[in-house]
């Protein structure tokens, strides 16, 4: 049995909203851009779990922020897109796009842009 070397859906949902997100990528923040990309309503219990097994085969990485007077003096855990993470983006994109190939439905890696 092999290991496996790809991205679930999910997964690749996740660490495309961090990539996108920057900074500013912790718990709500991640849930509110992949509900507004994707028209998903999606829970915090299911973001952690996947963040968690992200930083464990070490696509992202995350570090508790300063405490803040609007949560309550709570700290926020951001979470960090990797090199490896965006390198793993990458392949699935790849891989995608060839299964597509050949068979007239050919993926425009570009679809936003002007021709």
């Known amino acids: 049995m092999t290991t496996r070397n790809y991205l679930g859906e999910f997964e690749q949902v ?3 909203a961090l990539m996108r997100l920057g900074e ?10 992949i509900e507004k990309r994707t028209g998903r309503a999606i ?3 299911a973001i952690y779990p996947t963040l968690n097994r992200l ?3 070490g696509l992202v990485s995350s570090f508790m922020g300063e405490p803040s ?13 990797e090199a490896a993470g965006l390198a ?3 392949r699935s994109r790849d891989m995608l ?3 597509w190939q050949g068979h007239g439905h050919e993926v425009d890696p570009n679809p936003g842009a002007a021709r």
């Open 43 to 45: 829970s915090l219990g």
């Open 97 to 99: 796009a060839s299964l």
């Open 14 to 16: 996740v660490l495309l």
């Open 24 to 33: 500013d990528a912790y718990g709500v923040t991640i849930r509110r851009e």
């Open 69 to 81: 007077a609007i949560r309550g003096g709570r700290a926020k855990r951001h979470f960090i897109l």
């Open 88 to 90: 793993a983006l990458h």
């Open 55 to 57: 930083e464990d085969k």
